[in-house]
């Protein structure tokens, strides 16, 4: 990200993505956002050191499974956060997916943690229920 936005628009930036990223992935928060703000003479794009305006990326990591239109939905609600934060006409996102047998928590796996698993099943198969209903 550019640097010079004020805490105030940061306080709003990351509230309105985790509200997102909790609206498709609805089970346990564990949301950590990380901020990186880099001076234009210290990123390249396209070959092009200093070059306006920045076009910064958004990375996330994410468990696998959720609806494509909850992704939509959530993509949309993360780039508009963005774009009136930093007022940037555009950027990247990029998911990367992972089954809970690739992430652990203090050394656990997800996938052994019966909780976890249960909740997650819960809101992938009231959002299949969901699909069913508005297609029929």
Do not use: T
């Not at 910064?56 to 963005?82: C, Q, S, T, Y």
């Amino acid at each position: 990200m550019p640097k010079g936005i004020r805490i105030e628009e940061k306080n709003k930036l990351v509230k309105a993505i985790c509200a997102a990223l909790h609206e498709a992935y609805p089970y346990p928060d564990d949301v950590r956002i990380f901020l990186r703000e880099w001076r234009p003479d210290s990123v390249s794009q396209d070959g092009q050191l200093g070059s306006e305006p920045v076009r910064p990326v958004f990375m996330m990591h994410v468990p696998e499974g959720a609806n494509i239109d909850a992704k939509r939905k959530m993509l949309r609600k993360i780039n508009d956060a963005i774009v009136e934060a930093y007022h940037l006409p555009k950027f990247m996102i990029f998911m990367q997916e992972y089954p809970l047998d690739r992430v652990a928590l203090d050394g656990g796996l997800h996938s052994d943690n019966k909780a976890r698993v249960e909740a997650q099943k819960e809101v992938y198969r009231d959002e299949g229920a969901e699909q069913n209903e508005r297609a029929g």
